[in-house]
């Protein structure tokens, strides 16, 4: 069963690749990632209305549209269910145990955007 379907329009970012050392044991994100992150969690709150974060286990489909030929699959994955849980649409990211049919496609100048299907977890 699908849980959530929607897009994040604006080119996607990966959160784990640059990340800055501002002090010791104090790591943020790249600038570019938080940028990303202003941009899509209002676009993902807005779609969820507000609804109870999911408490199950999820395949997360993600169709990524990239601006430019940067960053793997995995990096923007992690980013990905990271920006799901902040906007409140699942409880823990831990709960995204599989990502079947996600893929980067084609390089597209403008706009970038990732189109998101979290379902129920196949048996």
Request: with cysteine; net charge positive.
């Amino acid at each position: 069963m699908i849980r959530f379907e929607g897009c994040v329009l604006g080119a996607p970012r990966t959160k784990k690749n640059h990340s800055r050392l501002i002090r010791p044991g104090l790591i943020l994100p790249s600038q570019p990632f938080c940028e990303y992150e202003k941009l899509a969690l209002p676009q993902l709150r807005v779609a969820w209305r507000g609804k109870a974060p999911i408490a199950a286990q999820l395949n997360l489909k993600a169709s990524i549209v990239r601006d430019r030929q940067t960053g793997d699959l995995v990096g923007y994955l992690q980013g990905l269910c990271d920006l799901l849980e902040k906007a409140g649409i699942v409880d823990d990211d831990r709960l995204i145990r599989g990502f079947d049919g996600s893929r980067l496609l084609n390089i597209c100048r403008t706009p970038g955007r990732v189109y998101i299907v979290l379902s129920d977890l196949e048996p």
